[in-house]
């Protein structure tokens, strides 16, 4: 294949990773020209072009080398390591993205009794996942037959062709409409950024670093919070205590109050109510948690 100038990158044309794919490739600065066919985006500011596909497509398209990276849920990306494929081993997860959360497991028809994996011997189980599926059965030393099936897996008991299911679950919603009972997790997975392990020796490998660094950024402040309130200079520590994780809080006075304090914290990750409610019963009040937009340290 003849080198190219520009990154190109894979990622699902329509499902549920494609808005929160593109708006993160948007916050690392990457915008598209949307093509009439919306296969390839052609990149307006950075030499990076999108290609719009099937999400199964997308580890392959790397392997062959007509896509540099691909943003991919870690289950379709996993499936593909474990096939036989060309390139297939050689591929890996440069980062995990934080959305499309979801898993792989095992459900069972809500009636069946299930207390352990080797229950399982002598089934039949549906899946589109064969390989992570094998893999499992292999290392759980179960014995069963795994019937691939392309999609509505979750109807596969009812019509007979399978007696249980492997599938991804990630409200449940579609386990309850199917009287099916999830048993065991197999995979916690997520979108990730996926790509080769060895980089492109080229523009294309400076580029894939500055936009991983450009990335560890966006992720890092989308995972923060800004904790402010306001304390008792008495309550300061109990206070202080509770704060969820991240550097130290900065102290403000309080004008006119010389007994109060502001107190100005970057948290880690989110910050719960019922967190927020154990910070006030400590002696905190007038409490704001604020996203962050921008970071520089
Ligand atoms: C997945 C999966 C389940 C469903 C689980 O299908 O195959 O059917 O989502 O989600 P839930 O637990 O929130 O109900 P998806 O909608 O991604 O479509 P596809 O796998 O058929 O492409
Ligand atoms: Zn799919």
């Not at 896509?67 to 297939?88: M, P, S």
């Not at 999830?182 to 670093?209: K, N």
């Not at 008495?234 to 007994?259: E, F, K, N, Y």
């Amino acid at each position: 294949m003849k080198p190219r100038d520009r990154l190109r990158i894979a990622m699902q044309k329509s499902g549920r990773l494609t808005e929160p794919a593109l708006e993160l490739l948007n916050r690392c600065g990457l915008t598209f020209r949307q093509s009439r066919d919306k296969l390839f985006c052609f990149g307006e500011g950075e030499p990076v072009d999108l290609l719009l596909v099937r999400d199964d497509d997308i580890p392959g398209l790397i392997a062959q080398g007509v896509c540099d990276l691909g943003i991919v849920g870690r289950n379709v990306l996993n499936e593909f390591k474990g096939t036989a494929t060309d390139g297939a081993a050689a591929l890996t997860e440069w980062r995990p993205l934080g959305f499309g959360r979801c898993r792989l497991s095992i459900a069972v028809p809500q009636e069946m009794n299930y207390a352990q994996p080797h229950d399982l011997n002598g089934m039949r189980i549906a899946t589109s996942y064969p390989a992570l599926l094998n893999g499992w059965l292999k290392a759980q030393e179960v014995d069963a037959a795994v019937v691939t099936l392309a999609g509505s897996v979750e109807i596969a008991p009812k019509l007979g062709t399978a007696d249980v299911i492997c599938d991804l679950v990630q409200s449940g919603g579609t386990l309850v409409a199917n009287q099916l009972r999830e048993t065991e997790v197999l995979l916690q997975s997520e979108a990730v950024l996926a790509g080769p392990e060895a980089l492109p020796t080229d523009e294309r490998g400076d580029m894939i670093e500055l936009l991983l660094k450009r990335l560890d950024g966006v992720i890092q402040v989308r995972e923060s919070r800004l904790l402010l309130l306001q304390t008792s200079r008495t309550s300061l520590d109990a206070v202080t205590r509770l704060l969820p994780g991240g550097p130290q809080p900065t102290l403000l006075p309080v004008a006119g109050q010389p007994d109060q304090l502001m107190l100005q914290a970057l948290c880690a990750g989110e910050v719960s109510w019922r967190q927020l409610e154990e910070i006030k019963k400590a002696g905190a009040r007038e409490m704001f948690v604020l996203p962050v937009e921008k970071m520089l340290a």
